[in-house]
T-cell receptor
Framework: DADVTQTPRNRITKTGKRIMLECSQT?????MYWYRQDPGLGLRLIYY???????NKGEISDGYSVSRQAQAKFSLSLESAIPNQTALYFC??????????????FGAGSRLTVL | RKEVEQDPGPFNVPEGATVAFNCTYS??????FFWYRQDCRKEPKLLMS???SGNEDGRFTAQLNRASQYISLLIRDSKLSDSATYLC????????????FGTGTRLQVFP
């Protein structure tokens, strides 16, 4: 099984629908992140969480919300999807820097298309 | 100025060639540096960390130039399988431990 699992892998939806992307990890990492990737723009941070009680906005959080249900789970919601949220979404995890390990491990990605 | 900048490429090189990419960063206090590789429509995967003294992993060499604020990746004896996008990642430690990605440099190795 993958260390970081994202579901769904692909989703096509319509404008105005609510969508949830889920991420779970088996690495025991404290920190979890949601990124979106668009051609020519690279990876942009949406939200991140350093532990279950910690939620932080990234550079493009508008239109998104997150929930850290447990150390291993971090879900991303689009309350009312719009076409410019069509993108490839990645969840990633890492251990805290004090552990000496700061390598990001990514999930396989969730491709979302909003019509 | 972007916090982390890369030439998007594509770099088209023949098999066996040596190719180098640079990545510049704007924050002189940045503390950790990495190269990731991303294949088309796949997730980024760590290629190598970049250490102050430079480091090598097989055909790949990474270097850090703090004075000029850039990191580099050198690939020797390019293989077809090296075709991918190479992302540089810079980490600024602090309250938020900010990870900043470059937009990536695309490499295409041809026969």
């Amino acid at each position: 099984d993958a260390d970081v699992t994202q579901t769904p892998r692909n989703r096509i939806t319509k404008t105005g629908k609510r969508i949830m992307l889920e991420c779970s990890q088996t690495k025991g990492h404290d920190r979890m992140y949601w990124y979106r990737q668009d051609p020519g723009l690279g990876l942009r941070l949406i939200y991140y969480s350093f532990d279950v009680k910690d939620i932080n906005k990234g550079e493009i959080s508008d239109g998104y919300s997150v929930s850290r249900q447990a150390q291993a789970k971090f879900s991303l919601s689009l309350e009312s999807a719009i076409p410019n949220q069509t993108a490839l979404y990645f969840c990633a995890t890492t251990q805290s820097p004090s552990s000496g390990a700061n390598v990001l491990t990514f999930g396989a990605g969730s491709r979302l298309t909003v019509l | 100025r972007k916090e982390v900048e890369q030439d998007p490429g594509p770099f088209n090189v023949p098999e066996g060639a040596t190719v180098a990419f640079n990545c510049t960063y704007s924050n002189s206090a940045s503390q950790s540096f990495f190269w990731y590789r991303q294949d088309c429509r796949k997730e980024p995967k760590l290629l190598m960390s970049v250490y102050s003294s430079g480091n090598e992993d097989g055909r790949f060499t990474a270097q850090l130039n703090r004075a000029s604020q850039y990191i580099s990746l050198l690939i020797r004896d390019s293989k077809l399988s090296d075709s991918a996008t190479y992302l540089c990642v810079v980490i600024d430690y602090g309250d938020t431990d900010k990870l900043i990605f470059g937009t990536g440099t695309r490499l295409q190795v041809f026969p």
